[in-house]
């Protein structure tokens, strides 16, 4: 009787493991039922905001370098400091689920990295800066580069929140989603912060 029912309570782990479950794939390397449940929202948001932090992470290289504000270079210290863990965190998530990095769907608005010439163009609506955008920074110095990347990270930044409340609509991940509220939180805080920099003249 003992083997019965030990058989019965085997059975019934394997179907409540096997059940319960719809996310868009499986492949978790971490072992975390959260990181194997995911949809196509998920994958597009890590797909998107990789980049996306990948450039503002560029962009306060160029603060470290080039920026005259000592505001400004706190400012650029703490988004790299931000962005960089999280580029890994999603890194893992993408590897995790069986993913690549790139799409060709431009999902996530489209972010067509250098296709617009225009400064501050929406790239699609998420605040990527163009090539011409990142050289015209480069060349940027004193007072004309703090102003240039305080106008420039506004935009950047109200493009990654527009993609975290996406993501928060449409994901499934839970750790995409609490990302994505960290991501909206530190954000918002950064471009009232920036704006209050412009508004004073930096």
């Not at 994958?43 to 980049?51: E, K, L, R």
């Not at 990142?134 to 060349?139: G, H, K, P, R, T």
């Not at 996406?166 to 704006?195: F, H, P």
């Amino acid at each position: 009787m003992k083997r019965i029912i030990a058989a019965l309570f085997a059975a019934t782990l394997l179907l409540a493991a096997c059940g319960g479950s719809d996310s868009a794939g499986s492949g978790s390397g971490s072992g975390s039922s959260a990181s194997a449940d995911f949809n196509d929202a998920d994958v597009a948001f890590a797909q998107g905001m990789i980049p996306h932090h990948k450039q503002a992470v560029e962009m306060a290289d160029l603060a470290l370098k080039n920026a005259s504000s000592d505001k400004v270079t706190a400012l650029a210290k703490k988004i790299k400091a931000a962005q960089d863990p999280e580029i890994k965190t999603m890194e893992g998530w993408l590897s995790d689920w069986g993913q690549s990095e790139t799409t060709s769907s431009s999902d996530m608005g489209g972010m067509n990295h250098g296709s617009d010439t225009t400064m501050g163009s929406d790239m699609g609506g998420m605040g990527m800066m163009s090539d011409k955008d990142m050289a015209d920074l480069e060349a940027a110095t004193g007072s004309e580069f703090d102003t240039m990347f305080l106008k420039m990270m506004v935009k950047h930044h109200k493009g990654a929140v527009e993609m975290a409340k996406i993501e928060k609509a449409d994901g499934q991940n839970a750790d995409a989603k609490d990302l994505a509220d960290k991501i909206i939180a530190a954000q918002e805080g950064e471009i009232t912060e920036m704006q209050a920099l412009l508004d004073g003249g930096v």
